[in-house]
Every structure is written in C-alpha cells, then in structure tokens.
C-alpha cells in the first residue's frame, strides 16, 4: 500500500472525517461535478484566450481536446504534420498517481499544479540530455524564468492561479487580474525562443 493510499485509509477511518463527509455527500458530489466539468473547461477557455493575447504574431496559439499549447513557425518545418519539433503546452503535472481536476491544479491545490511545459516530438526525446550537457544554455533558460525537473526530465514555466482573484472572475467574467499568471508565463516563454531555438539546433543535429 503507496503511502497516500495509507494516508487514504487513514482519514476514511477518521469518525469526524467520515461524519462530515457522509452529512454532506450530495453537496460534495455536485461540487466536484462542477469542479471537474464546467468549472475546469471554463477555465481552460480563459487560459487559452489569455495566452493567445500575449502571444504576438509569428506566435500561434492552439488548442488541442484537453489542453493548449504556443508554437512558432520555427519550431515546426514546413512540410512536417503535427504540432512541430517543439512547442510550449499547459500540462498538469501531479506528484501522486491520482486523478486531479483543471482547477486544483491551476491554484496549486494538493500535490498536483500547472504548468507551461516545453515539450519535443517522440523522435527528439533526447532534449533533456543535450541539455544537461550545456550548462550555459540551461543557466539562461533558469534566468528566463524556466525550471528544470532534472529527475523527471521537464522543462517549464510553473502557473499558480490566485483563488480569491479567479473566484471573483467568475460571476463578472472579467479575469483579466485572475489570469495574469498565465499571460506571464506566455510571455517568458515568448522571451526564451532564442534559447529554445538554441536547444531545438542541438537537438537537429
């Protein structure tokens, strides 16, 4: 048994835990319907719609069924279907093996949080090495505002949503101030192209 399945248990076991939990199923149930449906695929529009506004033209913003992602012409050769060499994506990343909804993950809440992620197509997947190997390029993309996961091989600009400010968007549908952390990371991850196209020449060949 993983240590959170223990810590699971554990809780479940918890009289107080167990009591609230029972006492307030149906408001619980309805609120992670939400969570998980409207409220995670409304938000995911507003991110979308805030990076394609800090994105300048040759800049492409795009969607994908569960996600977004910003692409140059650069990153993605003329003849070659797809997304490209590489592109910057809103990836959840989750440090348990458990499901998380959109919006826990774009307020950081529990061990799961959002991310701008630089991502390379399958047959370049040896980025993170070429990486490693220069230290100069990897001190400019940290200094551009990039953090480098060395045990998971990422790369990424991390988003943290303020929840006071997002659940005021909400109802006046203004989320200019809300999703200020998303047009940031956008536009840092507009900054770092001429590293990024430094790492995408290492990675050619």
């Known amino acids: 048994m993983s240590t959170a399945e223990q810590s ?32 995670s695929d409304w938000l995911m529009r507003m991110i979308m ?47 348990d093996e458990l499901d998380h909804t959109w919006l826990a993950a774009a307020l950081g809440a529990g061990p799961t949080e959002l991310n701008l992620e630089l991502m390379f197509r399958d047959g370049l997947a040896g980025y993170f090495a070429k990486l490693e190997g220069d230290q100069g390029l990897t001190s400019k993309l940290r200094k551009k505002g990039f953090k480098i996961d060395t045990p998971n091989k990422r790369v990424y600009l991390p988003i943290v949503i303020n929840a006071d400010l997002l659940a005021k968007a909400l109802p006046t549908d203004d989320f200019q101030d809300a999703m200020a952390p998303v047009r940031e990371a956008t536009e840092l991850g507009i900054a770092a192209k001429p590293e990024i196209d430094l790492l995408l020449k290492l990675v050619r060949g």
């Open 8 to 39: 699971n248990l554990a809780m479940a076991k918890d009289p107080a835990i167990a009591a609230r939990i029972v006492k307030n199923i149906a408001q619980l149930e309805q609120d992670y319907r939400l969570a998980d449906g409207h409220l």
């Open 49 to 95: 719609i805030s990076m394609k506004a800090a994105a300048p033209e040759p800049f492409v913003v795009e969607n994908t069924a569960w996600s977004a992602y910003l692409s140059h012409p650069d990153w993605k050769p003329t003849k070659r279907i797809g997304r490209g060499d590489a592109w910057l994506e809103i990836v959840e990343f989750a440090r």
